[in-house]
């Protein structure tokens, strides 16, 4: 067989078809459900503390936060040590 330009042209359209039909297969089949062999036990239990966690009803503004930095560094460092 000759390596002409009809031959490789032949190469390149199976080759497109078969990435294609991949492509189409994994479109008709996916899913964004997370399967449980997928969960992490130890991140699962850490989501589930965080959720319950109290949220600040106003974020504090950057200017309160570079004025309380000290009280910030402690509670980073309290935050730190729990983990």
Do not use: C, H
Not at 51 to 72: F, G, I, R, Y
């Amino acid at each position: 067989m000759q390596r002409t330009r009809e031959s490789w042209q032949i190469v390149f359209v199976i080759t497109a078809a078969v990435y294609a039909l991949g492509a189409i297969t994994f479109l008709v089949f996916m899913s964004a459900t997370i399967e449980p062999w997928a969960v992490d036990k130890s991140t699962m239990t850490l989501e589930l503390e965080v959720e319950n966690e109290q949220l600040p009803a106003q974020l504090p503004s950057p200017a309160e936060l570079v004025d309380n930095s000290d009280e910030l560094q402690a509670k980073a460092t309290e935050l730190a040590q729990l983990a």
